[in-house]
Each structure stands twice: as C-alpha cells, then as structure tokens.
C-alpha cells in the first residue's frame, strides 16, 4: 500500500513538474513580455533591454530555467515584477482564502449532492425525481461565473443583504470576535454558494446513477427479502455502497472545481490565488504565474492522491488493486 | 434515432439544439441585420425588454449599453459561440480519437509514450492551461477554437483507448486478423465503428462544455473580442450595469444554459438508446 502510495505521489510529483516546465517555456514563447507592460508603451528599446538585463530575461530559456527550478526548490520564489512584492507572501496571503473557498463548497456540495441524489434514487421515476433531474442538470449546466453575476443581482442589488465584493468589508480591521466572524461569513457567502450550486449538479447526478446501478444488485434485492424498510435499504446498503466513487470523483473534481474557483473570484474579486494568477498572467508577471502554476497544479494533485487514499480506506479491495 | 426521440431528454435537447442552429445560421432573417449597428446612442440605450426606443425602433430582448439590439447580437452571437463550440469539438474528437486507437491498439514504445502524455495532460486544471495559452497571445476566435479543442481531447482519448483495447480482444476482431487483415485495417474497419459509441456521448457533451468555456474566457476578456459578439462578451458587457439593465447579462447567460442544458440531455439520451444497460449519470468535467 504504502509503496504504491509512494508511486502515485512521485507521478503527481511528475505532472506538477510537467506543467511549470510546460507554463515557463509558454510563457517564454509567448509574445509580450512583463518588461513591455512594467515600462509602459513609451519606452525606448534601450530601456526595455537594460530591464530585461536586470531581470535576467535576455539569457537563454534553459539557463533561465534552470536557474528559476534551482531558486524555486530552495524556496526561493522571487519577487513580482509588476507589483515588487515577495512571491511567496503574495501567495501566502492568498491561498488560504482558495482553500476556505473551495473546501467549504466542496464539503457542502457533495454533503448537499449525496442527499439530493438519495432521494433522487430513492423515489426513482416520481415527480420529485423529474424536478430534482432538471434542476440538478440546470445547475450541472449553469456557468459559474453567470450564475455568480445572477446572485449578485439578486442578493447585493435588489435585496440589499450581501456584499459581493471581496473576503472582508473595509471596517473590517476595527471588528473583533464575533462582528468580524459574521463579516467574513456574509463575504463570503455568494462565492460559496455559486461554487456549491454547481457542484451539487454533478454530485446529485453521479450519486443518483450509481445507486440506480446498485438497486438491481442481489445484496440489494437481499436486503429487500429480509423484510427491511426501503429508507433502510438506501441509507444503510445501497448509499454506502455508492459512496466509495464518490471519493474518488470528490478527487477528480478539485481540478474543475479549481477551474471554477478562478472564475468565481474574478466575479467577486475574491482575494485567492486565481485572482492573482489571473492578474499575473495579464501581467505576464513570470515569477508570480510561475510560483502560482506549480501552487496550483500541486494542490489539485494532492487532492487527487487523497481521494484515491480516502477510496482505498473505505474499500480495502481498492487498496490492493489501483493506489 | 426513433428511440432517442422517444427519450424526453432528446426530444427537448435536439429540439433546442436545432433551433439554435437554425437561428444562428438565418440571423440575418429574424433579426435587424448589423449586430454591431450604432444609430443615436443616447437616445437608443438600455431599452428594456419588448419596448419602443425614441426612434421608434422595437427590441424584443431590448438593447445594451450603446443601443445596439439584444436580440441582434443573442443570435448573432449563437453564430460565434456554437461555431466556436462544434469546432472546437472536432478538434478534441479527432486527435482524440487518433491517440485512442493508437494507444489501444498500437505496439512499441510510441503508444506508451503517447498514453503518458494522455494521462499528464488529463492531470493539468484545464482552465489554468486555457487561461495561459489563452492570454499570452493575442486573443481571437481562431485562438480560442484551437485552444479549447487541443485541451479537450484527453477524456476522447482515454475513452476510446479503453473500448478498442476491450473491442481488441473480442472473437469478431480476432477472426478479422485469422483472415489475414492488415493491423490498421481491422483498426480502421473493424474495431473503430464499434468503438465510437462513447465517443457520441462525449461529443454532444463536450460541445455544451465547450460553449461553456468560450464564454468563461471571453468573459475575462480572453476570447472572443468585441465588437464581436459571443454570449460570453456579452455577458461581461452586462455585468457593469446589472442594476440598471439586468437584461444584458441575464439573456445571453440564460441562452448559454438553455443550450449547455440542450447538449447535456441530449448526451445523455444517446448513451441510454445506444448502450440501454449504461445509466446516465457520468459528470463530464
């Protein structure tokens, strides 16, 4: 277990390498570069080749390279060009408020999926089935980043109860305790519900196709002959057993839901690191989209490995077979 | 077809779906004509819905920010965004389709290498890697066509890779090379028709998604450029005046789910009538 642990982790290892490597050399390829945006349109071409000198830019792409994996692996993640601050506390500040984000509506979304999609199964063919298929397959369909301008309209403009901008209001620094508890909590209540409406869409469908899967299986029919009551046979064996893809699914989701995330940020200018890599890269602030790349390339790996850790637990068949 | 359209789901999917169609490709028939067309600005801005603007000019979906009509611009941007969308697929079903069979049926160390490649790029957040390519050149519809359908095709390959390696060891296959077939020949007319089930599927899936893609770049200003219109420009342009004209961010959004919604049944319709043992309920990210 612990070896195949070791190799899924070392192929994770391998795939977030791959994807620095593939965005620095796109970056490098790419025309423009943060130089032409740092000095403006009226810089003369001996500036900019003076500022790529400073900043290292006019060497060859693999010396760059190289250099950039060496600095980068001694945690050494540079400063922004367009903004001058450390990498690594533009990051540090920022990627606590992704995670809050998309934990939170992960949680919620599959908490929320899972039940929709029980009763969904459960009531097979009946008019709460048709009306829950059609909203969860509206919401599977559902752009997250409309639906986010939709909440705002709503909520922010006509009925004036959230805010839409932002992790914290601008009083936010002279709240204490409780007041500023419930100021996060309001900030962040229409990012949270865009991401989770969308995810309850996909998770309510596949919790829904995999129960209807199990209904015809003989421990089913078993649990049916023995006189047990049919809430019974779903929660206790047809649920559980249904749960097991979900895990592995909740890992394969964290790279959409990631995706999702930068969107919805940029909607509510929420402070995490899709709004900066999203600004980085307009930027094209090399060492900031870099250092926010491999951030996020790492974090939806990780994830994928603890779903298949999560999977193996709560199937050990699982364990000696695919982790 | 006559059991897919006995499916509510398709029924309701093909219908919208080709309306949608039809819409785009006669827009110059059921609209006013210029998508982009400005007359006195002022006088002709955010009029809402169904309503007369001072020069006497009826909109349905009434009119943006510089008076230009929504409906014009809805249909004429479904031109852009299904366009967008169906090319984009085709892209990802073809070279999808390519390395699936390859993978699958293919000896040596290029399948290995190609099956590698397969499962890093299915491992890259998809809209990172579009964000990127997206934003580092200039961004046009050719761009983002390209784009999206070069990031797309991992789940077409890996598909495919798995029913040709199931289809390969099935007797109908085998005794295609007893009879002295070439390899690519049974590929090709053998095992390659039976294997493109899945690949319907994920193809009427895959163009709502792609839509939905089209429209989250141009959103952040990385796809379609305005003046011309895609319902994902158009939504962006909505989003400074959602108090004052909430119809101008609200109908193209409302157009893109109905589609996306459209593809989605319709995905799932045709998996029912072709594999009736499958049941619809694979998210397709």
């Given at each position: 277990m612990l070896t195949r642990l070791a190799a899924r982790a070392l192929a994770g290892f391998g795939v977030v390498a791959g994807v620095v490597t593939l965005t620095f050399f796109a970056l490098r390829f790419a025309p423009s570069d943060p130089v032409e945006h740092l000095l403006g349109p009226s810089a003369t071409a001996e500036q900019l080749a003076v500022q790529r000198h400073v900043l290292g830019l006019d060497r060859p792409v693999p010396v760059q390279y190289t250099a950039w994996v060496s600095r980068f692996v001694q945690g050494d993640w540079g400063i922004s060009i367009a903004k001058g601050r450390p990498v690594r506390t533009m990051l540090a500040d920022a990627w606590p408020a992704t995670v809050r984000l998309v934990g939170l509506s992960l949680l919620l979304s599959y908490l929320l999926?899972?039940?929709?999609?029980?009763?969904?199964?459960?009531?097979?063919?009946?008019?709460?089935?048709?009306?829950?298929?059609?909203i969860t397959v509206t919401l599977f369909?559902?752009?997250?980043?409309?639906?986010?301008?939709?909440?705002?309209m709503v909520f922010t403009y006509w009925a004036r109860v959230l805010p839409a901008?932002?992790?914290?209001?601008?009083?936010?620094?002279?709240?204490?305790?409780?007041?500023?508890?419930?100021?996060?909590?309001?900030?962040?209540?229409?990012?949270?519900?865009?991401?989770?409406?969308?995810?309850?869409?996909?998770?309510?469908?596949?919790?829904?196709?995999?129960?209807?899967?199990?209904?015809?299986?003989?421990?089913?029919?078993?649990?049916?002959?023995?006189?047990?009551?049919p809430w019974r046979v779903t929660w206790r064996h047809t649920l559980r057993n249904a749960l097991t893809p979900v895990v592995t699914l909740l890992g394969l989701s964290l790279p959409t839901l990631f995706s999702g995330a930068i969107l919805v940020e940029a909607v509510f200018a929420w402070p995490g690191v899709g709004r900066v890599l999203v600004e980085a890269v307009q930027a094209r602030d090399y060492p900031v989209?870099?250092?926010?790349?491999?951030?996020?390339?790492?974090?939806?790996?990780?994830?994928?490995?603890?779903?298949?850790?999560?999977?193996?637990?709560?199937?050990?068949?699982?364990?000696?077979?695919?982790? | 077809m006559k059991r897919l359209l006995r499916d509510r789901r398709g029924l309701f999917g093909a219908v919208v779906l080709v309306a949608a169609l039809v819409l785009a490709i006669a827009a110059p028939l059921?609209?006013?004509?210029?998508?982009?067309?400005?007359?006195?600005?002022?006088?002709?801005?955010?009029?809402p819905p169904l309503s007369t603007d001072a020069t006497g000019g009826f909109h349905v979906l009434g009119t943006d920010r510089f008076g230009r009509d929504v409906w014009t611009r809805l249909v004429y941007g479904a031109r852009v965004s299904l366009g967008v969308g169906l090319l984009a697929v085709l892209i990802s079903i073809a070279l999808g389709v390519t390395v699936g069979a390859v993978t699958g049926y293919g000896r040596g160390p290029v399948p290995w290498a190609?099956?590698?490649?397969?499962?890093?790029?299915l491992a890259v957040p998809r809209v990172v890697l579009l964000l990127l390519l997206a934003a580092l050149w200039q961004p046009s519809t050719a761009l983002v066509i390209v784009v999206l359908g070069l990031t797309g095709w991992m789940s077409v390959a890996r598909l495919v890779h798995g029913e040709v390696r199931a289809l390969a060891a099935r007797p109908f296959v085998e005794g295609a090379v007893a009879s002295g077939a070439r390899?690519?020949?049974?590929?090709?007319?053998?095992?390659?028709?039976?294997?493109?089930?899945?690949v319907i599927v994920a193809a009427a899936l895959g163009v709502?998604?792609?839509i939905t893609l089209e429209a989250s770049l141009s959103f952040l200003g990385l796809g379609v450029q305005p003046p011309t219109a895609s319902w994902g420009n158009m939504i962006a342009s909505g989003r400074d005046v959602l108090v004052n004209a909430p119809w101008v961010a609200t109908v193209p959004g409302a157009a893109l789910v109905l589609v996306v919604v459209a593809c989605t049944l319709l995905g799932d319709a045709v998996r029912d009538a072709l594999e009736p043992s499958a049941v619809s309920h694979q998210p397709v990210s």
């Open positions: 999926g899972i039940a929709v999609g029980a009763v969904q199964a459960h009531r097979q063919g009946s008019r709460t089935d048709t009306a829950l298929s059609v369909a559902v752009p997250g980043f409309w639906l986010g301008l939709m909440l705002v901008f932002g992790a914290a209001g601008l009083d936010a620094d002279y709240l204490t305790g409780w007041g500023r508890l419930v100021d996060g909590l309001r900030h962040m209540a229409l990012p949270l519900a865009t991401l989770t409406l969308i995810g309850i869409g996909g998770s309510a469908r596949f919790i829904r196709g995999a129960m209807m899967d199990l209904s015809v299986q003989p421990f089913v029919t078993t649990a049916h002959a023995k006189g047990l009551s989209v870099m250092a926010a790349t491999a951030v996020s390339a790492g974090l939806v790996v990780a994830g994928n490995v603890l779903a298949d850790v999560f999977a193996a637990r709560l199937d050990p068949r699982i364990g000696a077979r695919n982790v | 059921v609209t006013r004509g210029d998508p982009n067309a400005q007359r006195d600005i002022v006088a002709t801005r955010f009029v190609l099956l590698g490649l397969t499962d890093f790029a390899r690519l020949r049974v590929l090709v007319r053998h095992i390659l028709p039976n294997a493109l089930t899945p709502g998604n792609a």
